[in-house]
Each structure stands twice: as structure tokens, then as C-alpha cells.
């Protein structure tokens, strides 16, 4: 499928102002090129925000079922292009097709969720004070809104955001991640084709300096951002200087509790697919393995043997379980923080190294497990995006819990353990967002809410019902047919 590596305003491609590109390339094969896209500044900014806002209030006018009509078609059009999108995508970011196929399956869930939704935008009626006086609220668009993703699920994401805006009556300016670009446009084209009238979706490219001008821009409503901590924070921080509504979906550190009585074979595969699946790259990635004492030994046991099998490649070869990561400064910083957890005294059980795949110059590192790992280590912290496993030995699920919310991150949490009542235990004590009993920490369905807590977000989510929460405004309305001023008969009600 061809799509003009440009920006989209107002119905038009258009390059940017300066003429200025960057260059993409494929992480598993970095000298394939897979293409250059307008590095976009201030005007070409201005010029997507201002056709945002002329189209906003006519997109906003439109039944919003006829809305969702045009989203159940962008989700019929991307079950047609599954393939073929998911191709483009695992060469653009790397993660084998399996999961590039998912990444799109997300999008079409999504899509057929929000259209369906289009015909639910609740507010309320309630009993007003007064007699003969109705009291009610409706739901409004919040106005323009900036969509600044990430590379890691370049089409999942963004779909995430971009269709609960659209369904509300929304416009949208949308900065795809500088990395995959592409995955980001083919999803775009989509809802092109699905009839989205022109200037109700348009896409400004470029790196951090394009997304600051797009944030600060006056006309600007609401922002909904996923990326990193120090970038959110920095965006949360302008919103809040310019009373904006902002969104943030941030880090993770995500633990996976291993009772004494869970099926180790069950979890065994809960930790393969959480820590090595998309190369460690997802916000929700396993990242610590707290086993109970009993079974630690076995279960690393299994994990290490279990690895072993893993074939890291490229993407795009069938029997490719693992993918690169995305550049070499991620690998650098993967390096760098094997380093980092031997220095600190962690036992380096499996992995540590990059790896060159004959023929094939990618960002490849070997599936990577740490045991001996205590709550102070570094490695126990912060976010290493990669495929690196921190196991920890508890002796309690008090213990394993305390060890769970030792971070500054609470995004996506597990417990595997066949006694129900620690199943439910778990879901009322851990500290994150989402908390899946005796299932791996990634694997989000589309109607539900997705985000964290502490540091991970600001109080908002993604997914199902709660993004409607964040892209609409309610309006009070009161309507009162007594045909008087009511003071009066207010105070004749107390009385
Ligand atoms: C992310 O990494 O930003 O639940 C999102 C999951 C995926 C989404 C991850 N569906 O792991």
C-alpha cells in the first residue's frame, strides 16, 4: 500500500515548510531505508492546529452515530490491510508479524468499540430541585486534540486515542513517533478512505521540538500522550502553565508474583511473553519476577531453558520469535544497564550481550535474566526497555506484594497462584492500574481501561468507556417549564 511520506493537513500532503526530512530505517536491517519524512516546525504546526480548529465544529455537529459509522469502516478497511500493515510495520519497528498483526488487531477492536459507543455518549438526567425543571448533562468535544505516540504499538496506540476523539466530535492533530513514522500514516489512510472529512484528522511529523511547538500551541485543547516519564512530565508541565487538558500514559516497572501453588508452566510462558515478547519494548513488559522461595529455583530453571529455544531475527522470517530493538542508543542503553545490575551485585544468570544474526546487521540482544536482585538496585527501578528480567526471592505473598509496589511506576502487575483467595487479595493490593490473575502483565483488550498509577500517569486512561471521560466536556443544562422565576418556590419548598 502506497501513502505519501508527508505531512496531512487540511485534506492535503504537503512537506514540510523548510523542506526539511529525517530518515527511517528498519532496526533489523538498519541499511534498508525505509524512508524520509518532513522533520516539520513551527508553520507547519500552525497550519494542522489551524485546520483542526475551522473543522471542528461542523465534525462536531454531525449525528455522532454517522461518526461511528465512518470509525466501523476504518475497522472493516484495517481488517482488509491486516497483513499488509503489519508487514510495513514489523520493517519499520521490528517486532515479528505475529505481534505486528496484533498490534493492528487492537486498532480494529478499538475501531468497532468506539463506533459502537457513538451511540451511547451518555450524560444524565436527575430529579431537579424545582418543580416542573429538568436537569440534565450532555457531552461536548473538548475541541482540538494533539496525539503525540509512541513507536512500540505504532498503530495500536494512537487508535487508542485517536478514535475516542474522533467519536466525540474531536479533531485531531496527530505527531506519529518519530521512529515509525509510516505504521502511523498507514493507519491514517485507513480512516481517509473510511471518509473522515478533511481537516478532522491531519498529521504533523517530527522529533521532541515538533511535539513542544504542537503542545504549546494556543489553539490546542487537550493533548493525550504515551512516551516516557521525562518527556510527559515536561508536556504535563507546559499543560498545566496553559490550563490544558492533558492525558499521560508513561513507564512501567511491571512485577509478575510466582506463588508456591501457581502452574509453573502456565507462568512460565506469562514470563517468556512479558519479558522477551516485543524485545522488552512495551510500557506493560515484565520486568521483575518475584517468585516465592519454594519455587524460585525451579522456575529461573525453566525460564533459562525456555529462553534458550527463543530465534531471534528479523521480523519478517516466520520462525522469528524476537525482534531487535529499535536503535542503537536502545541497545547502548540495555548494555549499559547489564553493567550497571553487576556492578550493583546482581547475579547475570542469562544473557548480557548484544548479538550479531549473520547477515544482518540489526539492534539484536540476547533474552537477558537477573537473579539475586534486591528493591535498592537500579535494575530494580527504573524502566530498561529491553529484554531484561529481575528475579527476586520472597518468602510471603506480603513480602511479594511489598517487593511489587517498591517502584515509582504502577502501570501492569500479575499474579500467578492457584488459591483464589490470594487472586483477589492481589487485585485489591497491588499498587498499578491493571492487575491480571494468573495471566502476563501485557495483553490489553480495547474496551477496557488501560494506565497507571504514581508514575506512571496523571489520573486518566485509555481504553473503553474511561477515554470517552477524557476527550468529552460536560455541558449542565437546565431546562425549566414552570413558566415563572423560581426563587419564589424555592423557598415555598423548604419551607
Ligand atoms: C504500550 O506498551 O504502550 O497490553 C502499550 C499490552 C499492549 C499494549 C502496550 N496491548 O501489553
Request: charged share 25%; glycine share 10%.
Amino acid at each position: 500500500m502506497s501513502v505519501p511520506h508527508q505531512n496531512y493537513i487540511d485534506g492535503t500532503w504537503r512537506d514540510a515548510a523548510s523542506g526539511q526530512t529525517f530518515e527511517v530505517s528498519n532496526p533489523a536491517a538498519p541499511s534498508e531505508t525505509i524512508g524520509h519524512f518532513p522533520d516539520s516546525g513551527p508553520t507547519d504546526v500552525d497550519e494542522t492546529v489551524e485546520a483542526a480548529a475551522q473543522a471542528q465544529s461542523d465534525w462536531a455537529r454531525r449525528p455522532a452515530p454517522q461518526r461511528g459509522k465512518m470509525l466501523r469502516e476504518a475497522g472493516d478497511l484495517l481488517s482488509d490491510r491486516k497483513s499488509e500493515i503489519a508487514e510495513a510495520m514489523t520493517r519499520e519497528m521490528g517486532k515479528p508479524v505475529f505481534e505486528t498483526k496484533g498490534d493492528v488487531q487492537e486498532a480494529i477492536d478499538t475501531a468497532y468499540y468506539t463506533a459502537s459507543e457513538t451511540r451511547r455518549l451518555f450524560g444524565h438526567t436527575v430529579p431537579s430541585e424545582l418543580p416542573d425543571k429538568m436537569n440534565m448533562s450532555i457531552r461536548r468535544p473538548v475541541g482540538v486534540c494533539a496525539i503525540i505516540t509512541a513507536w512500540n504499538f505504532p498503530v495500536a496506540v494512537p487508535s487508542w486515542k485517536i478514535l475516542p476523539a474522533l467519536a466525540a466530535g474531536n479533531t485531531v492533530v496527530f505527531k506519529p513517533s518519530e521512529e515509525a513514522p509510516r505504521s502511523g500514516l498507514l493507519f491514517i489512510q485507513t480512516l481517509l478512505d473510511a471518509g473522515i472529512p478533511d481537516g478532522v484528522i491531519n498529521v504533523v511529523h517530527g522529533a521532541g521540538e515538533t511535539g513542544s511547538t504542537l503542545v504549546e500551541h494556543p489553539q490546542v485543547d487537550a493533548v493525550g500522550f504515551t512516551g516516557s516519564y521525562d518527556v510527559g512530565t515536561s508536556i504535563a508541565e507546559t499543560c498545566g502553565r496553559l490550563n490544558k487538558r492533558v492525558s499521560l500514559e508513561m513507564g512501567g516497572k511491571n512485577p509478575m508474583i510466582v506463588m508456591e501453588d501457581a502452574d509453573l508452566d502456565l507462568a512460565l510462558d506469562g514470563a517468556i511473553w512479558g519479558a522477551y515478547g516485543t524485545t522488552g519494548q512495551r510500557c506493560t513488559a515484565t520486568s521483575r519476577l518475584i517468585c516465592h522461595e519454594s519455587v524460585h529455583d525451579r522456575f529461573v530453571e525453566m525460564i533459562e531453558a525456555e529462553a534458550e529455544t527463543l530465534v531471534l531475527g528479523d521480523g519478517t522470517n516466520d520462525n522469528t520469535d524476537v525482534g531487535p530493538l529499535i536503535n542503537e542508543d536502545a541497545r547502548e542503553k540495555v548494555r549499559r544497564y547489564v553493567k550497571i545490575g553487576q556492578k550493583e551485585g546482581a547475579n547475570l544468570a542469562m544473557g548480557g550481550s548484544p548479538v550479531s544474526i549473520e547477515g544482518n546487521d540489526g539492534y539484536f540482544f540476547e533474552p537477558t535474566l537477573f537473579t539475586d536482585v534486591t528493591p535498592d538496585m537500579r535494575i530494580a527501578q527504573e524502566e530498561i526497555f529491553g529484554p531484561v528480567l529481575s528475579v527476586f526471592s520472597v518468602n510471603s505473598y506480603e513480602e511479594a506484594v511489598d517487593v511489587a509496589n517498591d517502584t515509582r511506576f504502577g502501570l501492569s502487575s500479575a499474579i500467578y497462584t492457584d488459591t483464589v483467595q490470594l487472586g483477589f487479595r492481589a487485585m485489591r493490593d497491588l499498587d498499578a492500574g491493571i492487575t491480571y490473575v494468573n495471566g502476563p502483565t501485557i495483553g490489553a483488550e480495547a474496551h477496557m481501561p488501560f494506565g497507571g498509577v504514581k508514575d506512571t500517569g496523571n489520573g486518566h486512561r485509555d481504553g473503553g468507556w474511561a477515554a470517552f471521560e477524557f476527550f468529552t466536556e460536560h455541558k449542565t443544562v437546565y431546562v425549566d417549564y414552570s413558566g415563572q422565576l423560581q426563587k419564589a418556590q424555592m423557598d415555598s419548598v423548604e419551607e
